[in-house]
T-cell receptor, first 113, second 113 residues
C-alpha cells in the first residue's frame, strides 16, 4: 500500500538555527497535507497545512513547501527555539474526498540551547 | 475552549482485566477517531465515527477491542481481555468534518502487566 515516510528520524540543531524537516509521500493523488507537532506526553498538535494547488504556505516562523513533482513535503522552522523540540509528523489525505489521513513515522527535533 | 478530553491519562492493569478508555470530543465536531501509538508501528487508526455511527473499524486489532459512541459528546474504547501487547498510548481525536485537521487529546498511556 502507499505510505508516508520521513527521511530523517532525528534532527539536532542549535538554538537560533533554521530547521528543515522532510517528508516523502507516495500517493500522487494526495491533495491535502498537514504537519503536526507532538511534545512529550501530549497528543499531536496541528501546526500548518497545505493543499495540492499550492506549493508554499507560511505561518508564524514555519513554512511548508510542497513539491508535487517529486512528491516531497518539507517543514521549515525559522530561528528554532528549545520549545520547538518535539516529534513532527506529516500527514496526507489521499484525494477524492478522503477523510482519513495517513501519518508518517515522525522526526524527532532536538534543539540545543 | 476545551479541547479533546481523554481519561484516564495513565492506566496500569494486569493481563486479562477489562480496560475502558474514555473520550470527550470537541463540541460540534462530527468525526471522532481512536488511534494507537507505539514506537514500532507509529500512529495507527483503530476506528472512526461520523455523527456517532462507526464508519470504519478495520484497524481494530481483534475482537477483544470494541468502541462505542452513545452520543455526540462521549466515546469509549474497551479492551477485554487485555494483553501485554496492548500496551501503548491511545489517542482520541475529533474533527468538525471529514478531511479537516484532527484535534487530538493528550492520550491514555496504557500498560498491561
Amino acid at each position: 500500500g502507499e505510505s508516508v515516510g520521513l527521511h530523517l528520524p532525528t534532527l539536532s540543531v542549535q538554538e537560533g538555527d533554521n530547521s528543515i524537516i522532510n517528508c516523502a509521500y507516495s500517493n500522487s493523488a494526495s491533495d491535502y497535507f498537514i504537519w503536526y507537532k507532538q511534545e512529550s506526553g501530549k497528543g499531536p498538535q496541528f501546526i500548518i497545512d497545505i493543499r495540492s494547488n499550492m506549493d508554499k504556505r507560511q505561518g508564524q516562523r514555519v513554512t511548508v513547501l510542497l513539491n508535487k513533482t517529486v512528491k516531497h513535503l518539507s517543514l521549515q522552522i525559522a530561528a528554532t527555539q528549545p520549545g520547538d523540540s518535539a516529534v513532527y509528523f506529516c500527514a496526507e489525505f489521499g484525494g477524492g474526498g478522503s477523510y482519513i489521513p495517513t501519518f508518517g513515522r515522525g522526526t524527532s527535533l532536538i534543539v540545543h540551547p | 475552549d476545551a479541547g479533546v478530553i481523554q481519561s484516564p491519562r495513565h492506566e496500569v492493569t494486569e493481563m486479562g482485566q477489562e480496560v475502558t478508555l474514555r473520550c470527550k470530543p470537541i463540541s460540534g465536531h462530527d468525526y471522532l477517531f481512536w488511534y494507537r501509538q507505539t514506537m514500532m508501528r507509529g500512529l495507527e487508526l483503530l476506528i472512526y465515527f461520523n455523527n456517532n455511527v462507526p464508519i470504519d473499524d478495520s484497524g481494530m486489532p481483534e475482537d477483544r477491542f470494541s468502541a462505542k459512541m452513545p452520543n455526540a459528546s462521549f466515546s469509549t474504547l474497551k479492551i477485554q481481555p487485555s494483553e501485554p501487547r496492548d500496551s501503548a498510548v491511545y489517542f482520541c481525536a475529533s474533527s468538525w468534518r471529514g478531511g479537516q485537521p484532527q484535534h487530538f487529546g493528550d492520550g491514555t498511556r496504557l500498560s498491561i502487566l
